[in-house]
């Protein structure tokens, strides 16, 4: 029995990887490599010393789908694959509508026929909007998101809620990341961004290397302690080894459950360049400039949760987050493609 993993090959994926295979599960990855390089997959046999069977393939591809559940014998799902940045879908949200949520259907669908009806869902925090309470609890009403990227793993958690209730032989784990950051302490796996980051550790690291100027903070006039935003930063390899816990509840009769996967603490965007600058010795030249569109002031969880529940809680600190996104960045300026 196996886990296929799609989007394996990306970021989380590539560490949730390593940490199924050090558990002991079989591993099948789908990926159609729009985001990521196979390399991954080869730092993830270097670290284990055992290998993934890799498909090259689409969610949105049933025959691509059916055959992979023809010839292997897929056990549960964690389902990374999707379209994730922000602005892009802001200009093409056709385009993420349609690989994400056609895709996650297209692929719920192929399951059942196969009567593999075990899945975990990458959700986010932004289902949360501008959450009523913090910190977020699961029991926080989702929220308006602000832009189409957030829409689709809203709608996703509906659609696979309503799958899940109209058949109880699913069991259906929505994981709700917070901020993931941090690489594999190797310095072998990390993130590996297409052009200009849109997020702040990596453009952060891009600044320390060299690669772009400064660091534009947006907004210094929140509502938070030093008036910058604040966020729930998780290092990779914690909300990797989450999924490998979340597991645990694709058991027959369990049936929805909802975490989020974060540390419980929130840190401002000023917080983040003080502590890579401790945990790295290098200066990070910033300045403050407007806010950005559909950014909320603070956002973090409680994370009590997934602990009580799936025994599962961070355990990197945020020096450490910081001193593995520059190892990462310092070893592989061009990323896989170094
Ligand atoms: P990523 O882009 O590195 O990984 C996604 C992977 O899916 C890529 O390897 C890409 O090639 C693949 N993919 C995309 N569309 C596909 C398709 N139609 N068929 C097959 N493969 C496809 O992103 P990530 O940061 O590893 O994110 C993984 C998941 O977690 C995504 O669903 C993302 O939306 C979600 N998520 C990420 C964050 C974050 O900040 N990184 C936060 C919350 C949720
Ligand atoms: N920020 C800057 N300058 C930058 C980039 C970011 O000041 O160049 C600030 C933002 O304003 C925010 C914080 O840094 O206050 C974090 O921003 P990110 O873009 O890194 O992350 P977000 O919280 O905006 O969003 C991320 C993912 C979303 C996901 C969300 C919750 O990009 O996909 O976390 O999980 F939905």
Same mark, same amino acid.
């Given at each position: 029995m196996a886990i296929l993993v799609t989007g394996g090959a990306g970021f989380i994926g590539s560490h949730t990887c390593v940490e199924l295979l050090n558990a002991g599960f079989d591993v099948v990855v789908l990926d159609n490599l729009s985001n990521a390089s196979e390399k991954s997959l080869e730092r993830v046999k270097e =670290? /284990?010393?055992?290998?993934?069977?890799?498909y090259r393939a689409d969610i949105l591809d049933r025959d691509?789908? &059916?055959? !992979?559940?023809d010839k292997e014998d897929i056990e549960s799902v964690i389902n990374f694959a999707g379209l994730k940045a922000v602005g892009e879908s802001v200009r093409k949200p056709w385009?993420?509508?349609?690989?994400?949520?056609?895709?996650?259907?297209?692929?719920?669908?192929v399951m059942r026929q196969h009567n593999c009806k075990n899945i975990i869902f990458s959700s986010s925090a932004t289902v949360y909007g501008d959450p009523v309470e913090i910190p977020i609890t699961e029991k926080c009403p989702k929220g308006v998101c602000t832009n189409p990227y957030g829409w689709t793993k809203s709608m996703l958690?509906?659609? =696979? /809620?309503?799958?899940?209730?109209?058949?109880?032989?699913?069991?259906?784990?929505?994981?709700?990341?917070? &901020?993931? !950051?941090?690489?594999?302490?190797?310095?072998?796996?990390?993130?590996?961004?297409?052009?200009?980051?849109?997020?702040?550790m990596p453009y952060i690291t891009q600044v320390a290397v060299g690669k772009l100027d400064h660091l534009t903070i947006f907004g210094d006039d929140y509502d938070t302690p030093d008036g910058t935003g604040v966020r729930d930063y998780i290092h990779v390899v914690d909300l990797a080894k989450g999924h490998v816990k979340a597991l645990s509840?694709?058991?027959p009769g369990t049936g929805l459950s909802i975490y989020n996967l974060g540390t419980g603490?929130?840190?401002?965007?000023?917080?983040?360049?003080?502590?890579?600058?401790?945990?790295?010795?290098?200066?990070?030249?910033?300045?403050?400039?407007?806010?950005?569109?559909?950014?909320?002031?603070?956002?973090?969880?409680d994370a009590t949760k997934a602990k009580e529940e799936l025994?599962?809680?961070a355990e990197f600190g945020i020096l450490e987050m910081c001193r593995d996104s520059w190892?990462?960045?310092?070893?592989?300026?061009?990323g896989y493609d170094d």
């Open positions: =670290l /284990t010393g055992k290998t993934v069977k890799f691509a789908l &059916n055959n !992979i559940f385009e993420y509508y349609e690989n994400n949520i056609a895709g996650t259907l297209t692929l719920v669908d958690e509906q659609i =696979l /809620t309503d799958i899940q209730k109209a058949d109880n032989e699913w069991n259906v784990v929505l994981l709700r990341y917070f &901020n993931p !950051i941090g690489a594999h302490p190797s310095g072998k796996m990390g993130e590996n961004p297409n052009g200009i980051p849109n997020n702040l509840k694709l058991k603490v929130g840190y401002s965007v000023l917080d983040i360049v003080k502590n890579f600058e401790k945990a790295n010795d290098i200066k990070i030249k910033y300045e403050i400039g407007p806010r950005r569109a559909g950014d909320v002031a603070a956002c973090y969880s025994g599962w809680e190892n990462w960045q310092k070893n592989n300026p061009n």
